[in-house]
Structure formats: structure tokens, C-alpha cells
């Protein structure tokens, strides 16, 4: 495994308690951060700061990313327990679940959007202020192959992760002369606990799709997701970098 040194930085993790957001919190505290965790599943996140077992290097915090007072009491909370916030990796997201376009309730494609695009624009519209002051930041998007492509039986999720790539596009360039880089990942299906929401004829489209004929490891995301968020990343922006084992055609 390759070093990134994110020593003195502190790591924003939404959805931190699981999945990929916790290999990310694993690589972050061997790099030499301090990590924050944030998820909506108090008793989860409780297990995964436990487990990561840093004393002082981590914190967890429950957050609602879709309500704005939430979000603003867990940045001052961060701030609280680390001093600053250096890197934030917008990684939280849901599925919705799986239905052609015309069937999915409007209620239900409205939370997926929340979470998955109004979200990250929350936490980036509440972390950017502090970033700027302190003249330094990386944030990393995770979004999805979906994104670019659109899946079918999927319209909700694919929307929203094109939606995260276009604010990242956005915030990349309005921050590009700020040292604070903003670039996004679109990754191809992981097999996290995110499957459980899904019909497994919609796990094997997925699959079918990857010439890698395998899903995405958590800790291979972890990986590209740290050099976006070091100082190694230095010339990149408003960026989308494939994890997509193949599938990924421009």
C-alpha cells in the first residue's frame, strides 16, 4: 500500500460508518489524519469510531446532510473536537431502490436527490467558509459510473450522481485560485451494504457491465479518494476520475 501523507489534516467523512467511507477513514488514520465521521445511523457510527479506535484522532457525529442547522452544528462540532476542517469527502448516498422511471414515487425520488445532491451542496456551502479562511482544502465527490451513463430502473440515483459531477464542475472552478481543489469519483458498484437495497437483477446489470467481470473493492477507492485528498493532488479540478474496472467509456 502506497503512503499519502495527510498528516496534520483532518478528514470530513460523511457516511463514514460504513462501506467505503470507512476504508476511507481507515487509510485516512494510517496517512497521519485526524477524522471526522459523519452518519445518520447513531448506533452504527458509534460501532464504526469504536472500532477505528483513535482516542483523540476521531470523532463521530450524527447529521442529517439534508437539513441545514444539522449540518452547521456537526461542522462546529468538528471544529470543536480538531480545530479545523482540511478535506471533505462527500461519500454519503442512498440508492432509492430499483423502478422505472414512471413507477418510482415521487417521494422517493426526492429523497435520493436530497441526500445524494443536496447534501454534498449543504455540506460544501457550510465547509468552504472555514476552508477559505484557512486558505486550504481538498473535496472529493463520490459519485458513480450511473452518473454518466444512466442506469436503467435507475433514474433517481443515475440523476443525482450527475447532478454531484456538475457541482463539482461548478465549485472546482469558483475555488480553483483558492488552493482548495474539488474533484469527484465515479466509481463503478462497490459490494457494500448499499446492495441491500437493490433487486438483484439490478446487481447483475451492474456487474455485466464491469469488462473487469468484479465489483469495486472499498479499500481501491479508499486509495484514489486519499491522493485527491493530499497535497500530491495539486494540478486537479473540477475533475472526474473513473474507478470503473473498464466499464467507463469517456
Known amino acids: 500500500m502506497n503512503q499519502v501523507d495527510l498528516a496534520g489534516r483532518t478528514v470530513v467523512i460523511t457516511g463514514g460508518a460504513r462501506g467505503i467511507g470507512y476504508a476511507v477513514a481507515q487509510r485516512s488514520l494510517k496517512s497521519g489524519a485526524q477524522v471526522a465521521l ?5 448506533e452504527r457510527l458509534q460501532r464504526a469510531a469504536d472500532e477505528l479506535d483513535g482516542a483523540k484522532s476521531v470523532s463521530a457525529t450524527v447529521v442529517e446532510l439534508t437539513d441545514e442547522a444539522s449540518v452547521e452544528a456537526a461542522v462546529q462540532k468538528t471544529l470543536a473536537a480538531h480545530g479545523k476542517i482540511d478535506v471533505l469527502v462527500n461519500n454519503a448516498g442512498i ?5 422505472s ?3 418510482l414515487a415521487p417521494d422517493v425520488w426526492r429523497r435520493v436527490i436530497d441526500v445524494n445532491l443536496i447534501g454534498p451542496f449543504l455540506t460544501c456551502r457550510a465547509i468552504v467558509p472555514h476552508m477559505l479562511k484557512n486558505g486550504y482544502g481538498r473535496i472529493v465527490n463520490i459519485a458513480s459510473v450511473a452518473g454518466k451513463e444512466g442506469n436503467p430502473n435507475a433514474s433517481h440515483y443515475s440523476a443525482s450522481k450527475a447532478g454531484l459531477i456538475g457541482l463539482t464542475k461548478s465549485l472546482g472552478k469558483e475555488l480553483a485560485t ?3 481543489l474539488v474533484n469527484a469519483v465515479t466509481p463503478a458498484a462497490a459490494k457494500t451494504e448499499i446492495f441491500d437495497s437493490m433487486s438483484q437483477q439490478h446487481i447483475d446489470y451492474m456487474l455485466s457491465k ?8 472499498p479499500e481501491e477507492a479508499a486509495s484514489l479518494i486519499l491522493w485527491l485528498s493530499s497535497e500530491d493532488c495539486a ?3 473540477g475533475a472526474v476520475f473513473d474507478l470503473s474496472g473498464g466499464r467507463a467509456t469517456y
Do not use: Q, V
Not at 440508492?95 to 423502478?99: A, K, L, P, S
Open 38 to 42: 459523519w452518519d445518520i445511523d447513531a
Open 235 to 237: 494540478f486537479s479540478t
Open 178 to 180: 483558492k488552493n482548495i
Open 101 to 103: 422511471t414512471w413507477e
Open 210 to 217: 464491469i469488462p473487469m467481470n468484479r465489483f469495486l473493492l
Open 95 to 99: 440508492t432509492g431502490g430499483n423502478g
